[in-house]
């Protein structure tokens, strides 16, 4: 492969890019920032590669980016081990310039690449790890790749609170602050209706899997509350996938005729599901730089947040917060917002676009290449 430096006007710098299970129309965050960034790169001048999972990727290519996938094998309860070690063998096959991992994870293996003589970026993406789900084998394997973080080329935080925490971990020159962005939305369809249930009655919306970090089972007591407290007619959607885990469980026995549990739904039919909510919530209690709410204000809908501080990073009215530990806070804030929504929508102009976010990454592509552009 032609180094950074060849003449050869053909040349594309490479990125091979491992965290993300597949493009597109894959739920997760480290999935949606891969399809919306990757595509813009691509079509930039780079050769784009992403590496998902076998049965979640579905196609050779998609907008310019390949598509290659991992076979789907389970090591120690998870997919994600055999996954990273094949990814290293892809990256010794193809050689790229830059590996971009797409998540804490997938930053296990960072020292192998490094000991390929490869540029590594890492975007760190959110610290899950730290609710309950995780043992203690995977919170060390975790604690792992966050201390390998100071050995990366360079480390995009996508909240002010996740680089102050890698900060108070002593990795500060190579981390770069990059927010998600808003989305340009799709025309409206009317796909959200299966989803729903088929007919038009109000609802609140959450969007996000259904896992302990989510913080669902506290708003879910929360509107209950707010139900009896109001009487008002009102249900509570959860659009996300589930798994049978005790969590997952958990809520399942909480769902009824006013709480619903969607599973994974589409983009066409979330599209229409932020259109039509009387308000959206998000009330996790570990987060990063969260897709879901910047995709509820670029569909301008009111909207409530647990008030951690990668919430609190997107700079809104201290109204829009609330205690994410408190049921009654949240049934006080789910009313308050149904009573005057305005005051609890944002501004779509005071955040990033994609094409914002893939030129602050493009620049830092080209700083490790040495190919800084005037």
């Not at 597109?24 to 891969?34: I, M, Q, T």
């Not at 290659?68 to 998870?78: G, V």
């Not at 990273?84 to 971009?100: C, F, W």
């Not at 955040?351 to 620049?363: E, H, M, P, Q």
Request: glycine letters at 10%.
């Amino acid at each position: 492969m032609s180094t950074a430096s060849s003449p050869d006007e053909s040349y594309r710098p490479s990125v091979l890019v491992v965290g993300a299970r597949g493009i597109p129309d894959v739920e997760g965050g480290a999935e949606k920032n891969a399809e919306m960034l990757f595509p813009i790169i691509a079509a930039s001048g780079f050769r784009v590669v992403v590496l998902g999972l076998h049965g979640i990727i579905r196609d050779g290519s998609f907008r310019g980016v390949e598509l290659r996938s991992a076979p789907n094998r389970r090591i120690l309860n998870t997919d994600k081990l055999f996954y990273y070690l094949y990814a290293l063998s892809v990256a010794r096959s193809l050689k790229p310039d830059i590996v971009h991992l797409q998540g804490l994870g997938a930053s296990l293996f960072l020292w192998a690449y490094k000991l390929m003589g490869t540029r590594v970026v890492v975007r760190y993406g959110s610290v899950d790890y730290l609710g309950p789900k995780w043992g203690l084998i995977g919170r060390l394997g975790f604690l792992a790749a966050e201390y390998q973080t100071r050995f990366a080329d360079a480390v995009i935080a996508v909240a002010p609170a996740l680089a102050r925490r890698l900060g108070a971990r002593g990795v500060h020159e190579t981390v770069h602050l990059i927010p998600n962005a808003l989305d340009e939305p799709p025309p409206a369809s009317e796909a959200w209706r299966e989803a729903a249930g088929g007919d038009d009655a109000p609802f609140i919306l959450m969007v996000g899997r259904v896992s302990a970090p989510k913080n669902i089972h506290r708003v879910i007591e929360g509107f209950r509350l707010f139900r009896e407290r109001t009487g008002r007619d009102v249900r509570l959607l959860i659009a996300g996938g589930y798994q049978d885990e005790p969590y997952g469980r958990e809520i399942y026995a909480l769902r009824g005729e006013d709480v619903r549990l969607l599973g994974y739904c589409t983009r066409a039919q979330l599209e229409g599901l932020y259109r039509r909510c009387e308000l959206f919530i998000n009330s996790s209690v570990y987060e990063g730089s969260s897709n879901a709410v910047l995709e509820a204000i670029s569909r301008d809908c009111p909207l409530i947040l647990s008030g951690i501080p990668e919430n609190r990073d997107f700079g809104l009215p201290d109204q829009v917060y609330f205690n994410p530990l408190d049921p009654a806070a949240i049934a006080e804030s789910i009313a308050a917002a149904l009573a005057d929504p305005d005051r609890f929508r944002a501004p779509p102009s005071d955040f990033l676009r994609w094409s914002d976010v893939a030129a602050k990454t493009i620049a830092i592509y080209h700083s490790l290449l040495g190919t800084a552009r005037g």
